[in-house]
């Protein structure tokens, strides 16, 4: 099958419009007998399902936890942007949509980002009214900051909270259509198949996680949002129970899955503390403007520090090695987050990592401290002050700026970070691969949406801080609403979709199947022990940095190792009841064959591009050595792959990237 | 560290529970708590024994998934953090540690640790939301100026995670603490004004049907929020709902 | 506002309004009963005046009655719902971690004041109504001379019964400790959580019991004759 985009003609400014104006609309009558199922209740999902369920759809919605206010999206920290200009400093449409695909490093659909751009305005009008507590300057009037990566303040926050002032705004909506009875809410429910009927999509099968009841449920159209693949690691800042296996199994029916190889690796995470770590915590990328990054120089301070005989404090100025300003001195350690990421794991690979397990680096504010302090004495009129005085009131200001993330470092890595450097190191946080989707966020299953993290459309290789939010929001409000009236439109007619059909009971069978053969396997090994061994494989050979060896490698043994899971795996208790290691089970059998395709893109990739970086395609002279090197020649296009069974036998299909109002060019921070 | 483990066990809503002793060994001061549970469980599962099921999923004390009761508080000893952020330094060698679900007639023990909450999210069906249409056609989001003072308490009110640590610390299972904060939130901002007395009215009605208890003023629901939802959330509750009522 | 009553909110707020109510009425027999200590024709001049007078004898005491009954039935009917509210009750469970035994104890506290009330009733009131109401006694007199203050110190002889007295005295301290900027809290206002009214409500909850203290001991230790 020929991709087709589908992105509508005329100049990028007019298209969405233009498209609006077009498509067919379903009449409000005519809304009451079409039911949309939507998997996931986070932003996208969240804000897909209100806005569905006001039109008149009746919508089913499904989430894993036990409530849409958990999703994952309520995480995000920072910020939301928004072309809304308040602060006059020369923002527009443009501006965001071009920030957004330099960002990306010229790997998205342009007419995609644009339109993104264009509704995000609309983002910050709606939370607003829905009661969303941005914060506010003493006008009254909303604040902004800015972000990593762009020249404007367009960021607009709620404390350190951002995600989830806005999830519980999504969440506030729904549960006005919740009691109107527009959206029935299907809590701890886990879609695990799709089902297809003369080609369309007309429902899931579902499993109650408490009762471990197997449902099917039908519908006009059913729409993903289910979020990204980042647990594929096994340690990542996702959540817990984050998973693919929505996407994963609407992939196996036929939806093509995009670039799964872009993984955004963020630089300040908390290191990981030993084997028995579960998750990672992500500190957020603020801290990065006034922590100065840093290693020793020499390699016996590094053994004297992780034997504890000396402290970071104790080493000068001139044995330490502040490696973002020696390499970028332009913008030091305010580089986009995946050229600070690879800059941590070069020093912590040639041995200067500071921690037990050799993965950490330091970020210090004793600068910052001093600079802000001396300020103060000024402002305050102390003359001669003393080094204490100047720390104490430096440390005073720094604590107004991020002393919630100072508290949580504290409280997780028991050192206090006003005393001693704090330790960072990357951790996988977003995936911008996800389903292939057109224009209309329709997948490549007619009647299959993906909305949100889980498709891949808006950020090629790369997203920009706060960028995230923006989408989620706007392909579940404003975007998917329009798209998908176009498609049921022609369903009209249909009327209520019966899961008695043999398709519902095929799929039910599958499932059940499945679930059978975990609970009687009866293996020797735990669920988590081949997540951790598949999360090793990737991370250490699908990573931040991969070669053609590491990756062939890879594919190899995460092969041999789902092979061994389904030899092996071990899923105590029944099927009947709540059971978190089998609905874990599922979701790693899903990861050990995205994994697999995970590693095939990345090879097949040779270039490197955002937060895909291919040894084999760096700089070899000039200014720019070791950085990556963006093959626009050959790698401008979507990798688009469709399902043959094996992963390794996946199909890989093209969409060319056009490029009309942008200008290809070279990302540089030197 | 070497610890025994003091755990409710319930095999479903129906069934009875009962506590359970466990032994886990080599535990590091530097795991969260639900990484020592998952010790535990890996401990269990290898054992062929059915691992103790525990909510849980951000684990950066955000999402308000995790929900134990640990030697006789909500979230354990330690403040202003949920129990993934509870950290094992906070214990000792040799120590006997007691965990048992969230207790509240409205909250239902599902299995083990894990509780259903869903009583919250009805409160919210209930009127917790401002009746707007996501049409994005609303007015500029700057037409209406809001004090800082007036946003930042709202965003303070806005910030609870609905964990239900307030109603199983209190002694009456009252959710007046989550229900304040939430009506708190609407009341201070001036979009929610339009629908406040409804709001507060439904709001409080459908608490009531729930089956959550009374609040006594204790204060403990304060000390024990992972977020430090202040109790004027409460009174600005039941100021709001006298001002609906008269 | 009928509904207002049978919400949860609505019956905090009855409780704090007989609270209020009851608070105030302390300090008013707190007054009267301080009269003792100075002067005897002083309290027997207030005894009797209260005790005769038509506004505080038909209406004050059957508002007070009623207070005091709807305090306490109110009370009791919130500690069963709270205790059905509350389901299963904990194996381990660290109150003292996050709030004050006052706090969590009201209604035993309260149970001892309603003990106290009752041997009260017996002592004074009832005495007081069968003099007054069913012998037809108004005048107040006996022996030649107003009997209040006589029949005051008389009642301080017995050890037991100041002792009961006392104890019952520091469980009302106890519950003022906590009701007191509780009820504030109820009304909705956030006065009960200010520093000063804080302490206001220390000292209010402290000088109440004790002078009721004071004057039982007194009575008891100096003026036994």
Known sequence: MALDSKVPQGPIKDKWTDYKNHIDLVNPANKRNIDVIVVGTGLAGGSACATLAELGYNVKAFAYQDSPRRAHSIAAQGGINAAKNYQGDGDSTYRLFYDTVKGGDYRSREANVYRLAEVSANIIDQCVAQGVPFARDYGGLLDNRSFGGVLVSRT?????????????????????????????????????????????????????????????????????GSGGYGNVYFLSTNAMGSNATAAWKIHKKGAYFANPCYTQIHPTCIPRSGDYQSKLTLMSESLRNDGRIWVPKNMEDVLAIREGKKKPTDLSEDERDYYLERRYPAFGNLVPRDVASRAAKERCDAGYGVNATGEAVYLDFASAITRYGTEQAKIQNITNPSDAKIYELGQKIVEAKYGNLFQMYEKIVDQNPYETPMMIYPAVHYTMGGVWVDYNLMTTIPGCYCIGEANFSDHGANRLGASALMQGLADG???????????????????????????????????????????????????????????????????????????????????????????????????????????????????????ELFAKDALMRAESCGGHFREESAEEDGPQKGEAKRDDENFAYVAAWEYKGEPADAVLHKEELEFNDIELKQRSYK | MNLTLKIWRQKDTSSKGQMVDYKVTEISEHMSFLEMMDVLNEQLVNSGEEPVAFDHDCREGICGMCSMYINGEAHGPDRGITTCQLHMRMFNDGDTITIEPFRAAAFPVIKDLVVDRTSFDRIQHAGGYISVNTSGNTQDANAIPISKHAADEAMDAATCIGCGACVATCKNSSAMLFVGAKVSQYALLPQGQVEAADRVQNMVAQMDLEGFGNCTNTGACEVECPKGISLDNIARMNRELMKASI | ??????????????????????????????????????????????????????????????????????????????????????????????????????????????????????????????????????????????????????????????????????????????????????????????????????????????????GFIVIALFHHLFNNH
Do not use: C
């Open chain 1, 156 to 224: 607009f926050y709620a404390k350190g909270q951002t995600g989830q002032q806005l999830l519980l705004g999504a969440y506030s909506a729904m549960n006005r259509q919740i009691a109107r009875g527009k959206i029935e809410m299907f809590n701890r429910h886990e879609m695990l198949d799709v089902v297809i009927v003369d080609g369309k999509a007309r429902g899931i099968i579902a499993r109650n996680l408490i009762t471990g009841e197997i449902e099917r449920h039908s519908a006009h159209a059913v729409v993903i």
């Open chain 1, 477 to 595: 409000y404003f975007v998917l609403p329009y798209t998908i009236g176009d498609y049921l439109a022609d369903d009209i007619r249909t009327g209520k979709i019966s899961t008695d059909l043999p398709e519902f009971e095929a799929a039910e069978k599958e499932v059940t199947d499945r679930i059978d053969f975990f609970i009687n396997n009866n293996g020797t090994k735990s669920v988590d022990y081949f997540h951790k061994k598949l999360g090793k494989v990737m991370w250490d050979k699908v990573g931040m940095s991969r070669n053609e060896t590491g990756l062939k490698e890879a594919m190899a043994e995460i092969k041999a190792i789902r092979e061994e899971f389904w030899k092996d795996v071990k899923v105590p208790g029944s099927k009947d009841e709540m059971n978190p290691e089998l609905e874990k089970a599922g979701r790693v059998a899903d990861f050990l064959e995205l994994g």
């Open chain 3, 1 to 210: 506002m009928g509904g207002f009553f049978k919400s949860s909110i609505g019956r905090k707020v009855a409780m704090a309004l007989s609270a209020f109510f009851l608070m105030f009425f302390l300090i008013m027999h707190l007054s009267v009963n301080l009269l003792s200590l100075f002067s005897e024709d002083a309290f027997n001049t207030a005894s009797h005046f209260m005790g005769t007078n038509p506004v505080v004898q038909f209406a004050l005491q059957p508002v007070l009655i009623i207070g005091v009954v709807f305090h306490f039935v109110m009370g009791f009917i919130l500690e069963l719902k709270n205790r059905k509210a509350q389901g299963v009750s904990y194996a381990k469970n660290n109150g003292a971690a996050n709030s004050t035994w006052m706090s969590r104890n009201m209604i035993y506290s309260g149970i001892a004041i309603l003990a106290f009330i009752l041997l009260h009733f017996i002592d004074f009131w009832i005495p007081e109504i069968n003099t007054k109401y069913v012998l037809g006694d108004m005048s107040g007199m006996h022996d030649g001379s107003l009997r209040y203050y006589h029949e005051l110190v008389e009642k301080f002889h017995n050890p037991l019964r100041v002792g009961a007295y006392v104890v019952a005295f520091i469980f009302l301290g106890l519950h003022l400790a906590h009701g007191f900027t509780s009820a504030f809290q109820s009304m909705g206002s956030t006065a009960g959580r200010k520093k000063a009214l804080q302490n206001f409500g220390k000292i209010y909850s402290i000088a109440i019991p004790l």
